[in-house]
């Protein structure tokens, strides 16, 4: 799959310094910014332990802000 997308960035004139796992990895942190559990994204991107999972758990600013409106 990484050599289809590598023939497709190429031919598109997109930037050498995007890759595959750039995807999975903007997947699974925009799941977890709106608010998707932590085991769904684990379950979704196939990972064994959930510490995995966690290193995509990105939060910005105004998810804290929120998590803390909600009180």
Request: cysteine-free.
């Amino acid at each position: 799959m990484n050599k289809q997308f590598r023939k497709i960035l190429s031919k598109s004139n997109l930037s050498d310094k995007i890759y595959f796992h750039t995807l999975r990895h903007s997947f699974a942190s925009q799941l977890v910014q709106k608010g998707v559990s932590l085991y769904v994204v684990k379950e979704l991107l196939g990972h064994e332990d959930l510490s995995t999972t966690q290193i995509y758990a990105h939060l910005q600013q105004q998810n804290l802000r929120d998590a803390v409106n909600l009180l």
